[in-house]
C-alpha cells in the first residue's frame, strides 16, 4: 500500500495520536517516560490502565507500533477510512474483493482495536463493492417440464426469429406461433 510511504502522511498520522482520545494517553506515557517514572507505580486507576495498555506498544519516531502484532502501526481513528479505502480500491490487488481480502490487506501493516468491524462497515458501505459482488448462492434448481394441454389453444407457444436477411418487402423477423397439442403452426 503506497499510503504508508507518504511523510506528509505519517506527519498527519503523529498529528491525529494526540487527538485520539483511547491511545493518546499511551503515546504520551510512552514519550514521556523515563527510567524514574518506569519504576514508578501509577496512582489511578486510569493511570494504570494507560500504563497497562502501553506495555504492548512502543513508541518509534513518534509513531505508535503494536510489538505482539509485529510492529504494526497503530491507525487512529479519523484515518483508518483512508487506510481501508486504499486497500479496498487497490488496484494491484484488483480491489473491491470483500472484507476478508480488504481486512487482510490493511491488517499486514496496520493495526488497530475492532479492525474487522470497521473493515465490514466500510465494504457494506462502498457502491463498487455491491456492484460488482459475486453471486454466493448455490445453483438454481432443474428446470420443470410445462404440463401438457388437455385441449387446443389452451396454451400456445410464440417465438421470434430474427437478424435474418431483409426480404423484398423490408422485413428481418419472422413470429412463429405454435398449438403445443396440436404442433399445428400459424
Known amino acids: 500500500m503506497c499510503i504508508s510511504a507518504s511523510t506528509e502522511w505519517l ?3 503523529r498529528k491525529r495520536y494526540k487527538e485520539d482520545a483511547i491511545f493518546g494517553p499511551v503515546v504520551r506515557n510512552l514519550s514521556n517516560s523515563t527510567m524514574k517514572e518506569k519504576e514508578k507505580k501509577p496512582t489511578s486507576k486510569q493511570d494504570r490502565r494507560i500504563s497497562e495498555r502501553a506495555k504492548s506498544y ?3 519516531e513518534s509513531l505508535l507500533y503494536h510489538k505482539p502484532l509485529g510492529g504494526k502501526l497503530y491507525i487512529p481513528k479519523p484515518l483508518r477510512a483512508d487506510v481501508i479505502r486504499e486497500a ?5 490487488g484488483s480491489g473491491h474483493n470483500g472484507v476478508a481480502k480488504t481486512a487482510a490487506a490493511v491488517s499486514a501493516q496496520y493495526h488497530w482495536p475492532k479492525l474487522i468491524d470497521s473493515v465490514a462497515e466500510w465494504v457494506a458501505r462502498c457502491d463498487t463493492c455491491h456492484r460488482v459482488k459475486h ?3 448455490r445453483p438454481y434448481g432443474l428446470l420443470n417440464a410445462l404440463p401438457i394441454p388437455l385441449k387446443s389453444t389452451e396454451r400456445i407457444n410464440i417465438d421470434f426469429v430474427t437478424k435474418l436477411l431483409m426480404s423484398e418487402t423490408g422485413y428481418n423477423a419472422v413470429a412463429t406461433i405454435i398449438d403445443p397439442l396440436t404442433k399445428h403452426a400459424w
Not at 88 to 92: A, C, G
Open 11 to 13: 506527519g498527519n498520522i
Open 58 to 60: 512502543t513508541l518509534e
Open 88 to 92: 479496498n480500491d487497490s488496484i494491484l
Open 135 to 137: 453471486k454466493n448462492a
